[in-house]
Structure formats: C-alpha cells, structure tokens
C-alpha cells in the first residue's frame, strides 16, 4: 500500500493528516516527475468526475458507471478551485454521494480532499515535494475510517486495498506521463 513511497515519505506527517488523526487504514504512494511542482499543479486542480478525471485507468472506471474522462492535457476552465469545493468521483445522477470537498490548498504544494462528513471518514491529499528545480516527488496519501462492524471492516479492507493500490499507481503514472509529455505544437498551415 506504499508503492513508490520511500520509508520518509510513509512516516512523516502531511498535510491533511490532521483531519483524520486515527485512522483505521493508510497507504502513501509516491513518484517522481520530471518536472517543477508549477508543471503538475494544473493536473491536480482539475481532478474530478466532469472535469479532467483522475488520469488513471478510464476503463474500470467507467465498468461500474463513473462516468470518467481523463483528460490529456490542461483544461482553462477547470482550474478554479477553492476551499469547500466539491470534487465528484462519479456520476452525480447514478452515484450523487460520491464526491468530497476540498479541504485545504497550498498552491503547487498541496491539495487535500476529503469526505464531507464531520468528521470525515475518508482524507485524501495530493502533496509536492521539489527534488531539484526539474524534479518533484508526488506524494499521495489516502486516510479511512472504516466501519465499526467487523465483517464489514474485513470486507472493506479485502476490496479498498486492491482497488485503492490499482488506481492510485494509475494515477500516478497518468499524471507523470501527462505532465512529461513532449508539448505538442500546432501544425503549420499553409496560406
């Protein structure tokens, strides 16, 4: 469940960690990007269900009717986000309570979600740590609560650990191969 993560990174607190001080599971993962922090940011403000997806696989996504689009490159519009912002994981019509909210923001540092129960029962945080001016570490460290039924939290746990290590190592390998992509120029046109 911390695929990618050096021992540092899985021990050390980030931010959104205080939103779910106890939690009954943990995984960080991690990757470097050939890139500074300002080239990956633009990817992470438009996650979401109807905005640019989760860059990770559309297919099983979408074989349980999420309704996810990755997008390939930076979408104007999907850019603004704030505090409080609702962030959709799928289809509002078929799934309307599968969303979180932003819960903080340091630009092209950090963004953290979570669910939007008080206190939440799920934290998720999108943090980027600079290794050199052309290389960041992105960190991404998922927090939950799970049931206090215990067949239900041994279920719970045999489905979210497989799901949440597939996806989140899609993710992250989406992002970095979105954001290391050569910039395509538009073709010349002849006049």
């Known amino acids: 469940m911390n695929w990618g993560a050096t021992p540092t990174e899985v021990r050390r607190?980030?931010?959104g960690d205080a939103l779910l001080p106890e939690p009954d599971g943990e995984s960080t993962m991690a990757l470097t990007i050939d890139a500074p922090p300002e080239d990956i940011w633009p990817w992470l403000r438009q996650l979401?269900?109807?905005?640019?997806?989760?860059?990770?696989?559309?297919?099983?996504?979408?074989?349980?009717g999420l309704d996810i689009h990755n997008a390939d490159e930076i979408i104007p519009e999907y850019q603004d986000i704030a505090?409080?912002?609702?962030?959709?994981?799928g289809n509002p019509e078929r799934y309307p309570d599968t969303k979180l909210e932003v819960a903080?923001?340091?630009?092209?540092?950090?963004?953290?979600?979570q669910s939007p129960e008080d206190p939440p029962w799920w934290?998720?945080?999108?943090?980027?740590?600079?290794?050199?001016e052309t290389?960041?570490?992105?960190?991404?460290?998922?927090?939950i609560s799970l049931p206090d039924n215990p067949a239900l939290r041994v279920a719970s746990q045999l489905v979210l650990d497989p799901v949440t290590f597939m996806m989140t190592r899609g993710m992250l390998l989406g992002i970095k191969?979105?954001?290391?992509?050569?910039?395509?120029?538009?073709?010349?046109?002849d006049v």
């Open 83 to 89: 505090l409080g912002d609702e962030v959709r994981l």
């Open 13 to 15: 607190p980030l931010a």
């Open 135 to 143: 290389e960041t570490r992105l960190v991404v460290r998922s927090r």
């Open 104 to 113: 903080a923001i340091s630009p092209e540092r950090a963004l953290v979600l």
């Open 48 to 64: 979401g269900q109807g905005r640019g997806g989760f860059y990770s696989y559309e297919w099983a996504e979408n074989l349980v």
């Open 123 to 132: 934290v998720w945080s999108f943090v980027l740590d600079p290794v050199t």
């Open 177 to 189: 191969s979105r954001v290391e992509a050569p910039v395509r120029e538009e073709p010349l046109l």
